[in-house]
């Protein structure tokens, strides 16, 4: 049923991207008939605007004439994300668009093209290795083609079909060899575009520097070229989302929401669709917030908008069911969940192979609802599924295997297995190393985590290590994220069950100053508090001890953690009864 209503709507949409090509073409054509463009140049624009167009949906029909169960999948993607003709016959945007080759060029530059337009059909359809080669190709053909904005494009397809596939280090690089073409060549929709690319491909590396220069190359780009505000909303993705990582959570909301509102203001035909990724980035943006309502109720309108488009199975449901059930699960309301997960697994098994990297994903969310639940043992068993479909279809250190690795240990450590958590945290580690380099947020969190599974088993000296290294990778890219508490705070604990407490102060009153920055949950900032205190007694410090155990105990009068007081209230009775350390617990 899902490939016969696959099919019917695939059909319907390629006739009706066909009918709009054949509109503009008829405009474009009367427009210069009629004297009515502004110029000869922009007339030729026009006809390769519109030729291009022609070629992308020729390599859709193409690419969905022998489709396999995973295409059909795809279908709507490769219809949908194929260029709108209209811009073909605006004026404003024929001004910033590419002039036309030399005519003693312009064969060799449309058939290289048409490949450039198959790898991004290609890419749509999941067909990663054609969509590689072809990309490969075009750019060894179009660096003897002796145009620059070809040369431009070509590096640029290249990096987009390496940032789809994960290759972070070789898309950063072609991406920021097109991004100079492009430059070079004047071409300024690949200029921004390319910038985004390069900025979300720099953001998944960990590198929040760099991305945040290229997403100010985009924002340049859309200064200097007002006609390129159609792109605005592939800018503010990426701006959302290093918001996020920056902790920027209110400007990350507000990037998100002015997506929406401009998708929703967009008279073009795509605007539904355009409506549907947007809301359901908002969804994903608040969550990452914490505005788990928020989330909620954003991400069942984007499923609502998506199952308008295209029906009740379709696997472009599954990325809002699972938004919608991250959120049930943080709201506590884990039955609703449980059937958001349910009916997410339902619609990838349908659609796609039962090796499919898509079926694991959906396994991999399944498996974060058991873990929620503190189901543990289901929730490994997910996740080694997950694990072994995607080490077979993607190879044993893409980061895509790094996210089950990480997901299982932590089902393996709660289930009282640390040396098993520590296994698979030490593969994560591996791989990311190997993926990110050293300096890198999310090799910092992977050595933590193998740093905590010695601390679960009170083997603090040899956690020591490992703690170190998270620290110091915080100190050298973002040493005021938050995140940088939690390899500060076990540092500091370690310092003082290995009997250095000289050494525990530092890290102890950077974890509390990072958490009280950032008002995070006032236990958690008890939590070092906590620590330092001991420290301090075990310095013969009683004052500050005294001090410290004071204001951790205002935090948690304020926590949903009160059963800590008794603690606290001991450990000063005993400093005021004894005048010396008490024993630490």
Same mark, same amino acid.
């Given at each position: 049923?899902?490939?016969?209503?696959?099919?019917?709507?695939?059909?319907?949409?390629?006739?009706?991207?066909?009918?709009?090509?054949?509109?503009?073409?008829?405009?474009?054509?009367?427009?210069?008939?009629?004297?009515?463009?502004?110029?000869?140049?922009?007339?030729?624009?026009?006809?390769?605007?519109?030729?291009?167009?022609?070629?992308?949906?020729?390599?859709?029909?193409?690419?969905?004439?022998?489709?396999?169960?995973?295409?059909?999948?795809?279908?709507?993607?490769?219809?949908?994300?194929?260029?709108?003709?209209?811009?073909?016959?605006?004026?404003?945007?024929?001004?910033?668009?590419?002039?036309?080759?030399?005519?003693?060029?312009?064969?060799?530059?449309?058939?290289?093209?048409?490949?450039?337009?198959?790898?991004?059909?290609?890419?749509?359809?999941?067909?990663?290795?054609?969509?590689?080669?072809?990309? =490969? *190709? !075009?750019?060894? $053909?179009? #660096?003897? %083609?002796?145009?620059? +904005?070809?040369?431009?494009? &070509? @590096? /640029?397809?290249?990096?987009?079909?390496?940032?789809?596939?994960?290759?972070?280090?070789?898309?950063?690089?072609?991406?920021?060899?097109?991004?100079?073409?492009?430059?070079?060549?004047?071409?300024?929709?690949?200029?921004?575009?390319?910038?985004?690319?390069?900025?979300?491909?720099?953001?998944?590396?960990?590198?929040?520097?760099?991305?945040?220069?290229?997403?100010?190359?985009?924002?340049?780009?859309?200064?200097?070229?007002?006609?390129?505000?159609?792109?605005?909303?592939?800018?503010?993705?990426?701006?959302?989302?290093?918001?996020?990582?920056?902790?920027?959570?209110?400007?990350?909301? =507000? *990037? !998100?929401?002015? $997506?929406? #509102?401009? %998708?929703?203001?967009? +008279?073009?035909?795509?605007? &539904? @669709? /355009?409506?549907?990724?947007?809301?359901?980035?908002?969804?994903?943006?608040?969550?990452?917030?914490?505005?788990?309502?928020?989330?909620?109720?954003?991400?069942?309108?984007?499923?609502?908008?998506?199952?308008?488009?295209?029906?009740?199975?379709?696997?472009?449901?599954?990325?809002?069911?699972?938004?919608?059930?991250?959120?049930?699960?943080?709201?506590?309301?884990?039955?609703?969940?449980?059937?958001?997960?349910?009916?997410?697994?339902?619609?990838?098994?349908?659609?796609?192979?039962?090796?499919?990297?898509?079926?694991?994903?959906?396994?991999?969310?399944?498996?974060?609802?058991?873990?929620?639940?503190?189901?543990?043992?289901? #929730?490994?068993?997910?996740?080694?599924?997950?694990?072994?479909?995607?080490?077979?279809?993607?190879?044993?250190?893409?980061?895509?295997?790094?996210?089950?690795?990480?997901?299982?240990?932590?089902?393996?450590?709660?289930?009282?297995?640390?040396?098993?958590?520590?296994?698979?945290?030490?593969?994560?580690?591996?791989?990311?190393?190997?993926?990110?380099?050293?300096?890198?947020?999310?090799?910092?969190?992977?050595?933590?985590?193998?740093?905590?599974?010695?601390?679960?088993?009170?083997?603090?000296?040899?956690?020591?290590?490992?703690?170190?290294?998270?620290?110091?990778?915080?100190?050298?890219?973002?040493?005021?994220?938050?995140?940088?508490?939690?390899?500060?705070?076990?540092?500091?604990?370690?310092?003082? #069950?290995?009997?250095?407490?000289?050494?525990?102060?530092?890290?102890?009153?950077?974890?509390?100053?990072?958490?009280?920055?950032?008002?995070?949950?006032?236990?958690?900032?008890?939590?070092?508090?906590?620590?330092?205190?001991?420290?301090?007694?075990?310095?013969?410090?009683?004052?500050?001890?005294?001090?410290?155990?004071?204001?951790?105990?205002?935090?948690?009068?304020?926590?949903?953690?009160?059963?800590?007081?008794?603690?606290?209230?001991?450990?000063?009775?005993?400093?005021?009864?004894?005048?010396?350390?008490?024993?630490?617990?």
């Amino acid at each position: 049923p899902f490939a016969i209503d696959a099919a019917v709507r695939t059909v319907a949409s390629l006739d009706e991207r066909s009918t709009r090509w054949a509109n503009v073409a008829r405009q474009v054509c009367e427009a210069g008939r009629r004297g009515e463009a502004a110029s000869t140049i922009l007339l030729e624009r026009g006809r390769q605007c519109l030729s291009r167009r022609r070629d992308a949906l020729a390599a859709a029909v193409d690419t969905l004439a022998t489709a396999d169960a995973a295409t059909v999948a795809a279908a709507a993607d490769v219809v949908d994300r194929l260029e709108p003709s209209e811009p073909c016959s605006q004026r404003d945007y024929l001004e910033v668009s590419v002039p036309p080759p030399p005519a003693r060029l312009a064969a060799q530059v449309a058939a290289l093209r048409a490949d450039l337009a198959r790898v991004r059909s290609a890419m749509h359809a999941g067909h990663f290795t054609d969509a590689l080669r072809l990309a =490969a *190709a !075009a750019v060894a $053909a179009s #660096a003897g %083609a002796d145009y620059p +904005p070809l040369i431009a494009e &070509a @590096r /640029a397809a290249l990096g987009r079909v390496e940032l789809e596939h994960a290759d972070y280090r070789a898309a950063i690089a072609d991406l920021e060899e097109g991004y100079h073409a492009a430059r070079g060549a004047a071409l300024s929709e690949v200029a921004l575009l390319t910038a985004a690319d390069a900025g979300y491909a720099t953001l998944a590396q960990g590198d929040l520097a760099g991305a945040a220069l290229w997403l100010r190359f985009a924002e340049a780009e859309l200064t200097e070229n007002p006609a390129l505000a159609v792109f605005r909303r592939d800018y503010l993705a990426v701006r959302a989302s290093l918001d996020v990582a920056q902790g920027h959570h209110g400007a990350a909301r =507000a *990037a !998100a929401r002015e $997506a929406v #509102a401009l %998708a929703r203001n967009d +008279p073009g035909p795509d605007r &539904a @669709r /355009a409506i549907a990724d947007a809301l359901g980035n908002l969804a994903t943006i608040l969550g990452d917030s914490g505005d788990w309502a928020g989330s909620l109720a954003t991400a069942q309108e984007s499923l609502a908008a998506n199952q308008q488009l295209y029906g009740a199975d379709h696997p472009n449901l599954i990325s809002s069911l699972q938004s919608i059930a991250h959120a049930q699960v943080r709201l506590q309301r884990h039955d609703e969940a449980e059937a958001a997960v349910a009916r997410a697994e339902r619609i990838a098994r349908a659609a796609y192979p039962a090796d499919s990297t898509n079926v694991a994903y959906a396994l991999l969310n399944a498996a974060y609802l058991h873990a929620e639940k503190r189901e543990y043992g289901r #929730a490994a068993e997910l996740d080694r599924q997950a694990l072994a479909i995607l080490e077979k279809a993607q190879g044993p250190r893409h980061p895509d295997v790094a996210i089950a690795l990480a997901d299982l240990a932590v089902a393996e450590g709660n289930q009282g297995k640390p040396a098993e958590a520590r296994a698979a945290h030490l593969r994560v580690l591996d791989i990311r190393r190997t993926i990110y380099g050293e300096h890198n947020a999310m090799v910092a969190v992977a050595y933590f985590n193998v740093g905590s599974t010695y601390v679960q088993e009170d083997r603090c000296a040899e956690a020591i290590p490992s703690l170190e290294a998270a620290a110091a990778i915080w100190e050298t890219i973002d040493r005021d994220n938050v995140d940088a508490a939690f390899p500060l705070f076990d540092l500091g604990r370690c310092y003082v #069950a290995t009997d250095q407490p000289r050494r525990a102060i530092a890290p102890l009153e950077r974890a509390v100053a990072l958490r009280a920055a950032q008002g995070v949950e006032h236990y958690r900032i008890a939590l070092p508090m906590l620590a330092l205190a001991e420290a301090h007694l075990d310095l013969g410090h009683r004052d500050e001890a005294r001090a410290l155990y004071a204001a951790a105990r205002a935090r948690l009068l304020r926590s949903d953690r009160p059963d800590m007081l008794d603690y606290v209230d001991a450990q000063v009775a005993e400093i005021e009864r004894r005048g010396a350390s008490p024993r630490r617990k």
